[in-house]
């Protein structure tokens, strides 16, 4: 079965958490952490399972779906272009399809 129009961008970032260290951690739209931008600019990849413990949260954009307008998606495919994420987002979207995307468990 093909995903539907709005499910593919489900694995794209939504979003961003402030880290009480001063990195901050890329979500998707289900929540599942994708990257941290490190203080000194390093970009390191998260277990899309990882719980991440924020001070503050912020959404690149508020919609009922995920990237319905032709801004949103160029605001959203620019955060993946300046982090170097496209190979990542990649692989989560056919991780996604497969239904084999973890989500972090809040009750372990």
Not at 78 to 107: D, H, K, M, Y
């Amino acid at each position: 079965m093909k995903p539907s129009k709005f499910a593919v961008w489900r694995v794209f970032p939504y979003g961003w958490w402030d880290e009480p260290s001063g990195a901050y951690v890329i979500f998707d739209r289900d929540y599942r952490p994708i990257c941290r931008k490190q203080t000194n600019g390093a970009i390191d990849q998260v277990r899309p399972d990882e719980f991440i413990r924020f001070s503050k949260q912020t959404w690149l954009y508020c919609a009922k779906h995920p990237a319905t307008d032709a801004e949103t998606k160029r605001v959203i495919l620019g955060v993946v272009e300046r982090l170097g994420l496209a190979t990542q987002i990649s692989e989560r979207r056919r991780l996604f399809g497969n239904r084999q995307l973890p989500r972090w468990n809040c009750g372990s």
